[in-house]
Nanobody, 125 residues
Framework: QVQLAESGGGSVQAGGSLRLSCAAS????????MGWFRQAPGKEREGVAE???????RYADSVKGRFTISKDNAKNTLILQMNSLKPEDSAMYYC???????????????????WGQGTQVTVSS
């Protein structure tokens, strides 16, 4: 049974950094494409970053140059390093897994089969 568990969220001031982790069980992160999504109150869930089985990455324009997605295969964990955080980054962050080896044509939640419960990120100005 595939399970994903996020951690690392919290409250920071604008300009600060957070490192989100997503521990996977029931499968090996190196075999799936994985992504981070976020949802703010009253808004739709949006893609933040994703990484393929082979390490190809894609980022939302709003986070390019500030966020970095990676996999720690030894720990079977997905990582999202978030730097230069802005108040508009505040949201619930979810990790997800797509049992496909490469990135899809678009970064949308419909491709993803497995989801974690989320971790809250709050950035104050």
């Amino acid at each position: 049974q595939v399970q994903l568990a996020e951690s690392g969220g919290g409250s920071v001031q604008a300009g600060g950094s957070l490192r989100l982790s997503c521990a996977a069980s029931g499968y090996t992160v190196s075999t799936y494409s994985m992504g981070w999504f976020r949802q703010a109150p009253g808004k739709e869930r949006e893609g933040v970053a994703e990484i393929s089985k082979f390490g190809s990455t894609r980022y939302a324009d709003s986070v390019k140059g500030r966020f970095t997605i990676s996999k720690d295969n030894a720990k079977n964990t997905l990582i999202l390093q978030m730097n230069s955080l802005k108040p508009e980054d505040s949201a619930m962050y979810y990790c997800a897994a797509d049992p496909y080896y490469e990135l899809r044509a678009t970064m949308t939640q419909e491709w993803y089969t497995y989801w974690g419960q989320g971790t809250q990120v709050t950035v104050s100005s």
